[in-house]
């Protein structure tokens, strides 16, 4: 079952949106948790929460609150 996305007896669900998406989640997820979840390397890519660009050494101690927003850009190479 997704993490995120339980729906199961739970009385009180808060959620955050990832790139627009609407996800419900019944614990307190870290930043680097949910990055992770959705397969992101750390490397190629740069956070915005709630319009605020997020620094990688702090994404483990960035708890995600209720309707936050989460923004990602991947970085590609190329010529």
């Not at 997820?29 to 750390?42: D, G, M």
């Not at 956070?47 to 936050?68: A, F, M, P, R, Y």
Request: proline share 3%.
């Amino acid at each position: 079952m997704n993490k995120f996305m339980n729906t199961h007896f739970q009385t009180q669900k808060h959620c955050f949106f990832f790139n627009g998406q609407k996800y419900l989640y019944d614990f307190s997820p870290n930043l680097q948790a949910i990055l992770h979840y959705f397969n992101y390397k750390p490397s190629l890519v740069v956070v915005e929460l709630n319009g605020k660009v997020c620094s990688k050494q702090h994404w483990s101690k960035i708890l995600i609150n209720n309707n936050d927003k989460i923004e990602t850009v991947t970085i590609v190479g190329g010529g």
